[in-house]
């Protein structure tokens, strides 16, 4: 833990455009709220985006303008005519008059939801909001405006009415690719960490009682300038009781741990203890250290476990990490088949013809119906941004990513125990870029999983036969977990380069197999 930077916790007033979880039951509840009233709000904020160097944003407003572009098309359709400006005021709607949230503008407004959740300002956080309050008033039901709902509240601090959403998504949904579960699992056990942790300072040091309902920030204020001049013992209390009114006050989780974050790192200073930067300059009742180690414990746990969930098994089932060597050598002298995700094999009937392949690779969110897609998974082969099929059993599985961060991130979060037996390691993170060497300016699009795990097969060039089945790059359509159907497809451009290198090498080309093998 560093030292602790000399700052105050923000004091928040009935008039902050955020107010804090506990003043605030409304996050928790969706606000009725029609959709010309949210498309006009999307016009506002389209006009207070300007040209500049966060490409969040940029991308936001790119979202705002296909929306509104999309509505204006139309209702110049319905009405014949131009569209109403929606920046002009009109007379309130009668019974009956709302637009009503079809198919065709949902996902458009669901995309702005998403681009401003990504941004991560107060007024891009309140945007994405007003989206799922409209979204969900006419759509009860909606997955997608529940999880989007559930983050943009898990990113403004408002974990209890987070967690509620989280679970509204879940009793509507079958399959988990998301990690919802294990999300939701790790705010509770955080906010049991974070709750744990307060009620040991507060026992602790029972004088910090009288700073609790004051000004935070004038208890920070005072707690700080005590410190600096070595009063811990009374700049103490003031600082815990900042915490605890904090607390009570249901101010957001970052802000919480923003404050616990700078405490401990002032209690770590004054303890002298190796490592910390400090020394007691003549300061008395310092605490027990073993108490403040428990702290520190308790603090990055809760921590943790908000980030990626409880982990039951460490070891994940005793999986075993694969090097590119090592797969090639499970792979040499077999015949491989990958499987596409798409209708031309789900309406087809080769099952048992794929299921007599040594080895069958599959894709994602890839479904099973014997009969058309057989039965068997030998290996993964999936992105790591979501965890589709990571709960089903194969021998390996491989898991794409292009940031290695991101890539261990999702690793720790997503994989299930004794799903798998072996896991490609980093060697095995992102073949062809990092195998190939093939730079942005040979190939501009990002690969996808079947072109990186097809690449890579192509590259190891080892097995007797390499047969692809399906791969008609979704023009029949993709054929996926019921979860993932709603997923977008991935561009045109990118499935045009790809088609184009397999037929390069493809030695023959039926209705449903290519072998380039």
């Not at 103490?236 to 989780?253: F, K, M, N, S």
């Not at 290695?404 to 994989?415: A, H």
């Amino acid at each position: 833990m560093t030292k602790a930077r000399t700052r105050w916790p923000r004091q928040r007033d009935a008039e902050d455009s955020l107010p804090p979880e506990g003043g605030t039951t409304h996050l928790a509840t969706v606000q009725p709220t029609e959709l010309e009233t949210c498309l006009r709000a999307c016009a506002a904020h389209s006009g207070k985006l300007v040209a500049g160097l966060d490409r969040r944003r940029t991308a936001l407003a790119e979202a705002l303008r296909n929306l509104l572009a999309t509505h204006a098309g139309m209702e110049q359709t319905s009405s014949g005519g131009s569209p109403i400006p929606l920046l002009r005021r009109t007379a309130k709607a009668g019974s009956g008059s709302a637009l009503v949230l079809g198919d065709k503008l949902l996902d458009p407004l669901l995309a702005v939801g998403n681009k401003a959740l990504d941004c991560g300002y107060e007024d891009e956080l309140k945007l994405a909001i007003l989206i799922t309050d409209t979204v969900l008033t006419q759509r009860k039901r909606s997955r997608a405006g529940w999880r989007l709902r559930a983050r943009t509240l898990e990113a403004m601090g408002a974990e209890t009415a987070a967690v509620e959403a989280y679970e509204h998504y879940l009793d509507l949904t079958d399959e988990d690719g998301f990690g919802v579960a294990a999300k939701t699992a790790g705010l509770r056990v955080g906010a049991e960490r974070q709750s744990e942790l307060l009620r040991k300072l507060e026992r602790d040091c029972p004088d910090a009682a009288a700073f609790v309902g004051r000004s935070v920030t004038d208890s920070w204020a005072e707690g700080l300038e005590l410190h600096g001049r070595g009063a811990w013992n009374e700049a103490r209390p003031r600082l815990i009781g900042a915490l605890l009114t904090q607390e009570r006050a249901g101010a957001p989780v970052p802000e919480i741990q923003e404050a616990l974050a700078q405490y401990l790192g002032l209690a770590l200073e004054v303890s002298g203890a190796a490592g910390s930067g400090g020394s007691t300059r003549g300061n008395t009742g310092t605490g027990d250290l073993a108490l403040l180690t428990d702290l520190i414990a308790l603090y990055a746990e809760q921590r943790r476990t908000r980030m990626r969930g409880p982990i039951a098994d460490p070891t994940f089932g005793g999986v075993e990490w694969t090097t590119l060597g090592e797969f090639r050598n499970r792979i040499a002298g077999k015949s491989i088949c990958l499987i596409a995700n798409s209708q031309r094999v789900g309406t087809g009937s080769m099952g048992a013809e794929i299921d007599a392949y040594d080895l069958v690779v599959r894709f994602n969110s890839y479904k099973i119906d014997p009969s058309a897609t057989g039965k068997r998974t030998d290996i993964h082969a999936t992105i790591h941004k979501h965890g589709f099929n990571w709960d089903q059993k194969v021998h390996t599985r491989l898991v794409f990513g292009g940031t290695s961060g991101d890539w261990k991130y999702s690793l720790r979060n997503r994989l299930v125990p004794g799903a798998q037996q072996y896991l490609g390691d980093e060697s095995l993170r992102w073949p062809l870029r990092d195998i190939g060497k093939v730079g942005a300016d040979v190939w501009p699009a990002i690969p996808t999983s079947g072109f990186n795990m097809l690449w890579l097969l192509d590259y190891l060039d080892v097995s007797t036969q390499l047969d692809l089945i399906g791969f008609d790059f979704y023009e029949s359509g993709a054929y996926r977990l019921p979860a993932a159907m709603k997923m977008p497809i991935t561009s045109v451009h990118e499935y045009t380069s790809e088609k184009a290198w397999v037929m390069e090498r493809a030695q023959s080309v039926t209705d449903m197999r290519i072998r380039l093998r």
